[in-house]
């Protein structure tokens, strides 16, 4: 069992940045694969990046390619999101989840742990 505790949202200006933090307990936090995924008001929820076990791959959805930045430290059991250059439509909710697979993935079913979420919002 692992669980997943997201923070750092918040509201921001466009053209801020923010950086999201996803902490990890329970079982070797190493050996998954971690995503972000986001969901809007009246949306499905979205991929947003993903970044393999050894940090060596990571995917990034078109519309934050450039943008945001996806790391992880394994020692600290914790994955986090760089999120710059922000946009009103980056308003979300914003999840993370981790992949037993190990190796990260763009589809949300591929995740076996999620985390609560975190609102960001961002103002024009």
């Known amino acids: 069992q692992v669980q997943l505790v997201e923070s750092g949202g918040g509201l921001v200006q466009a053209g801020g940045s923010l950086r999201l933090s996803c902490a990890a307990s329970g079982r070797t936090f190493s050996i998954y694969g971690m995503g972000w995924f986001r969901q809007a008001p009246g949306k499905e929820r979205e991929f947003v990046a993903a970044i393999s076990r050894s940090g060596g791959s990571t995917y990034y959805a078109d519309s934050v390619k450039g943008r945001f930045t996806i790391s992880r430290d394994n020692a600290k059991k914790t994955v986090y999101l760089q999120m710059n250059s922000l946009k009103p439509e980056d308003t979300a909710v914003y999840y993370c989840?981790?992949?037993?697979?190990?190796?990260?993935?763009?589809?949300?079913?591929?995740?076996?742990?999620w985390g609560q979420g975190t609102q960001v919002t961002v103002s024009s």
């Open positions: 989840a981790a992949d037993l697979d190990g190796s990260g993935s763009y589809y949300s079913g591929r995740y076996d742990y």
